[in-house]
């Protein structure tokens, strides 16, 4: 009997003796792990998505792609055209060097021809276009004067193509003169790349 008395006064001891932290210790661990939550979520906030979830798309407004129209073509018009052609003349008939202002340069150029030259000896522009400056020159030398007679133009973008009548002066009959001329006029330079009189 003392044996079991004994037994339970040493287990009785055990559970007693067992250490304990004070109030004020847990007190403080539970504030510090309070603490340190506050902080963890703060952060987690501040970057806008929560552990384990995608961070969503930026939705800031992307910087508009700069549209370049496209160049309009450039237009003119059948009006444009008959009076440049009259311009034309006036200088040719005048004997003045400006009447082959009226033409493109020697790299637009493309055709002239006129009764005085053979068949299919059309001159051109590139090498040929001095030719055609002096073969202007020498139509006015030998008296020819020039004369329009109705005109009918195309408009459209880039160019105008356009028919008239040519004769010389004087004519050598009082005849209606036909179209028998036509061109062409280019609304970039304002200047003739093609002209050819099939009769006057």
Same mark, same amino acid.
């Given at each position: 009997?003392?044996?079991?008395?004994? @037994?339970?006064?040493?287990?009785?001891?055990? $559970?007693? =003796? !067992?250490? !304990?932290?004070?109030?004020?210790?847990?007190?403080?661990?539970?504030?510090?792990?309070? /603490?340190?939550?506050?902080?963890?979520? #703060?952060?987690?906030?501040?970057?806008?998505? =929560?552990?384990?979830?995608?961070?969503? *798309? #930026?939705?800031?407004?992307?910087?508009?792609?700069?549209?370049?129209?496209?160049?309009?073509?450039?237009?003119?018009?059948?009006?444009?055209?008959?009076?440049?052609?009259?311009?034309?003349? $006036?200088?040719?008939?005048?004997?003045?060097? +400006?009447?082959?202002?009226?033409? /493109?340069? /020697?790299?637009?150029?493309?055709?002239?021809?006129?009764?005085?030259?053979?068949?299919? +000896?059309?001159?051109?522009?590139?090498? *040929?276009?001095?030719?055609?400056?002096?073969?202007?020159?020498? %139509?006015?030398?030998?008296?020819? !004067? %020039?004369?329009?007679?109705?005109?009918?133009?195309?408009?459209?973008?880039?160019?105008?193509?356009?028919?008239?009548?040519?004769? !010389?002066?004087?004519? +050598?009959?009082? @005849?209606? $003169?036909?179209? #028998?001329?036509?061109?062409?006029?280019?609304?970039?330079?304002?200047?003739?790349?093609? %002209?050819?009189?099939?009769?006057?």
């Amino acid at each position: 009997m003392d044996a079991i008395n004994e @037994r339970e006064e040493l287990i009785s001891f055990g $559970r007693d =003796s !067992r250490w !304990r932290p004070p109030l004020w210790v847990i007190v403080v661990v539970l504030v510090i792990v309070g /603490a340190l939550a506050a902080i963890l979520t #703060s952060t987690l906030s501040g970057h806008g998505h =929560s552990p384990g979830r995608a961070a969503p *798309e #930026s939705t800031s407004a992307t910087t508009p792609a700069v549209i370049v129209p496209p160049s309009p073509s450039v237009w003119c018009t059948p009006q444009q055209a008959d009076s440049l052609l009259h311009a034309f003349v $006036r200088e040719f008939d005048a004997g003045h060097a +400006a009447a082959s202002s009226y033409l /493109a340069g /020697a790299y637009q150029f493309a055709l002239w021809w006129d009764p005085t030259l053979p068949p299919g +000896a059309a001159l051109g522009g590139g090498s *040929e276009y001095p030719t055609l400056i002096s073969h202007l020159r020498a %139509l006015h030398q030998q008296g020819i !004067r %020039l004369a329009l007679t109705g005109f009918s133009g195309q408009p459209g973008a880039g160019g105008i193509g356009f028919v008239v009548g040519v004769h !010389r002066v004087p004519a +050598a009959s009082a @005849r209606p $003169r036909p179209m #028998s001329a036509h061109g062409v006029l280019d609304c970039a330079t304002g200047r003739f790349t093609t %002209l050819v009189i099939d009769e006057w």
